[in-house]
């Protein structure tokens, strides 16, 4: 199966790096507010470069910014078509098996670099906030202040 990261990064300002293993590289989106299990909560997700695989793998300083692994595990593609075929159409479907995050949710593109990512309704579904309630580094342990 395929792996998927997120990171926590606080560069210019606090955001989650959502990266998705896809075609040999990490298809990745900055989350400015972090994955909701909420399915009815739309979260904006911005397409940034694609990231080489070793990156999934940083916990940190990159330069003065922190970064930790936020969560991180596998998917799977719940389309019949590729995962790139799905995010070059503008719709991927896909079930997150993570430390934090499990379950169904959907990317779809909405015009430019912006995307919107959204918990599909399924047993993981709830009105938490695993931003809030679990910030520190499935890695580490430390929270993205404590890498200061």
Request: charged share 30%; proline share 5%; hydrophobic share 35%.
């Amino acid at each position: 199966m395929a792996r998927f990261v997120i990171q926590q990064h606080h560069a210019t300002s606090m955001h989650f790096d959502l990266r998705l293993e896809a075609g040999g590289v990490f298809k990745s989106w900055a989350v400015p507010k972090g994955p909701s299990t909420r399915p009815g909560d739309k979260r904006l997700a911005m397409a940034v470069e694609d990231h080489s695989l070793a990156a999934g793998d940083f916990e940190g300083n990159y330069g003065d910014s922190p970064v930790i692994i936020w969560d991180r595990g596998s998917y799977e593609n719940l389309r019949d078509e590729p995962m790139e075929d799905a995010l070059a159409a503008g719709h991927a479907s896909f079930w997150l098996k993570g430390e934090k995050l499990h379950g169904g949710w959907s990317l779809r593109h909405i015009d430019g670099r912006r995307w919107l990512l959204v918990k599909r309704r399924d047993e993981y579904a709830d009105s938490g906030d695993p931003v809030a309630e679990r910030p520190e580094s499935v890695v580490s342990g430390q929270t993205i202040e404590d890498m200061r």
